[in-house]
């Protein structure tokens, strides 16, 4: 039996980007697309042009240069949301404009104050208007497992009559159970007379940890399109995680009888990534691409899998990229050598980045006899995701031991100007941040912090995350070292660096 594809629709840049913190500038977001489109999703959900200029641009950019999938911007049922889509989709090969509206009781009387009547008129209208200027409309009614059914189908009825050749069935508030979620994808199936025109879509939302199990009852009951994002990024719980959805299909062929066409040996590169420019941490457990989701720790399983892997294994860890800590090069590698790796790692830079690397490189490898291909992840992603500098931290000593109090000294260089601050604090950590806070005179609330050791050994690097809370916005700073509390200060500077470069930047926009 020919298997049917699926369409994987990534909306990591859309709503992923909706998580506390998550927001991405649009060198990081052009960076996300490449990624994607090298793990072959069909889809990417690229941003929602009418919400802001970023997003205008970051969909354009991702439109002219992002090739392969489909590139698509959100927009309201609104005449004004859906033109501005349009002109930041212009240049993409495949354009699509997914406009929704709301159809449950509950959001159209308490948040839009209208009937179901206008609702309904707006969405058919707006399809059309869509329509107008691309083949390629998805319509999604908002909040539709709380929908009343039979007006839920007559708005897709009406819409796909309009032009849609997507039907989007959102779970927007994360409430539906599975078995619930796969018969209302069926009875929309065997209800809504001309169903066969367009693609049947589901887009989950985690609240009660359901998300995966809803999206994939659903293409087990007739959907082929699943609306999912990377690590599970999104709003509030966040959405279906893409990894478990390509997985769960490829690994249960047997039980699905679909195929996903993801390049899945790209998964954890692009979990890295993400996790990476977001600063929102995987948590260990999490199916994947969690650092312990092929770790087998007791005896009886080690025994196991040393005896045939599939006896604890049902995927290899190999199918979704991992690799196994790979030494790479030492203190004595050259420049050429170091390029050519970086190569074979699937990097091509310029000779003045590739410079730059090769120097840290070299710090790095003065420090830690061993440099692995995760350290030299590290170092790239340090150097990449970088922002212009307001900030940059020259010096730093801290002491502190038994009987001794942590004291730091700083030194910070502000627009060519060096200020040296010390103090204490509670904790060698807390020393460094309460004298950089000091230098700085921010205010901004540290939210929290998280250390990882990239690979094994006390010589490893840590990859310290912090998120930093302002008036009106969260932003993340990643740093790495070899030494942790310079890693946690770099983090510190790069999410002030952040902070600073967020605010500059709106006050441009507002002049
Ligand atoms: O959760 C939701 O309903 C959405 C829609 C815009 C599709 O994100
Ligand atoms: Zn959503």
Redesign the pocket.
């Known amino acids: 039996m020919k298997k049917e594809n699926i369409i994987i629709f990534d ?1 990591t840049l859309r ?1 992923g980007e ?1 998580s506390p913190g998550a927001s991405m500038n649009i060198e990081e977001k052009l960076k996300i697309a490449h990624q994607l489109a090298r793990l072959k999703v069909d889809v990417i959900e690229a941003g929602f042009a009418f919400s802001s200029q970023g997003d205008f641009e970051a969909i354009r950019c991702v439109g002219m240069e992002v090739k392969g999938p489909v590139i698509c911007s959100l927009a309201r049922c609104k005449a004004q949301d859906i033109d501005v889509a349009w002109n930041a989709l212009k240049d993409a090969e495949k354009p699509r404009i997914h406009t929704f509206i709301s159809t449950s009781d509950i959001h159209l009387k308490h948040q839009f104050s209208m009937t179901k009547e206008q609702a309904l008129e707006r969405a058919v209208k707006m399809v059309q208007r869509a329509k107008g200027y691309v083949k390629d409309v998805e319509f999604s009614p908002m909040d539709a497992t709380r929908s009343d059914f039979k007006y839920l189908c007559k708005v897709i009825e009406e819409t796909i009559e309009a032009g849609a050749t997507t039907v989007n069935i ?1 779970d ?1 508030v994360g409430y539906s159970m599975p078995h619930e979620f796969g018969a209302l994808i069926r009875r929309i199936k065997e209800t809504v007379p001309n169903i066969k025109k367009a693609v049947i879509s589901v ?1 989950c ?1 985690n609240d009660l940890g359901l998300a995966t199990a809803n999206s994939l009852a659903a293409l087990k009951n007739g959907a082929t399109q699943v ?1 999912c994002t990377i690590n599970g990024l ?2 509030r719980a966040g ?1 279906a995680a893409l990894e478990e959805i390509v997985m769960a299909v490829k690994t249960r062929k047997d039980f699905f009888h679909l195929n996903a066409t993801a390049n899945t040996k790209e998964i954890m590169k692009t979990s890295n990534m993400v996790s990476r420019i977001t600063g929102l941490v995987v948590q260990s457990n999490k199916a994947i691409v969690g650092a312990n989701a092929f770790a087998h720790e007791s005896g009886i399983h080690q025994d196991g899998v040393l005896k045939m892997k599939q006896t604890y294994e049902i995927m290899s860890p190999s199918s979704i990229g991992l690799k196994r800590s790979k030494l790479v090069l030492g203190k004595h590698s050259g420049r050429h050598a170091f390029r050519k790796h970086l190569n074979d790692m699937g990097y091509e830079f310029s000779d003045d980045k590739i410079n730059n690397l090769f120097e840290r490189f070299k710090n790095l490898a003065d420090q830690k006899k061993e440099v692995f291909e995760e350290d030299l992840e590290a170092i790239i992603a340090d150097d990449t995701y970088r922002i212009p500098e307001h900030y940059i931290l020259k010096e730093l000593f801290v002491s502190s031991g038994i009987g001794s109090k942590p004291n730091a000294k700083v030194t910070i260089c502000i627009e060519g100007e060096d200020f040296k601050a010390q103090g204490g604090g509670d904790g060698k950590v807390d020393a460094a941040f309460r004298v950089i806070k000091k230098i700085t005179k921010t205010k901004y609330k540290l939210v929290s912090y998280s250390v990882k050791s990239i690979t094994g050994g006390t010589d490893a690097q840590g990859e310290v995350s912090v998120r930093l809370k302002g008036k009106d916005q969260i932003v993340h700073g990643t740093g790495a070292d070899t030494d942790i509390i310079l890693a946690s200060a770099k983090a510190f500077i790069n999410a002030l660096n952040r902070m600073h470069y967020k605010i500059s930047k709106k006050k441009q926009r507002s002049l």
Do not use: A, V
Request: overall charge negative; proline content about 9%.
């Open positions: 909306t709503d909706q959102p927007t887009h939302h609306e999104g709003e959405n």
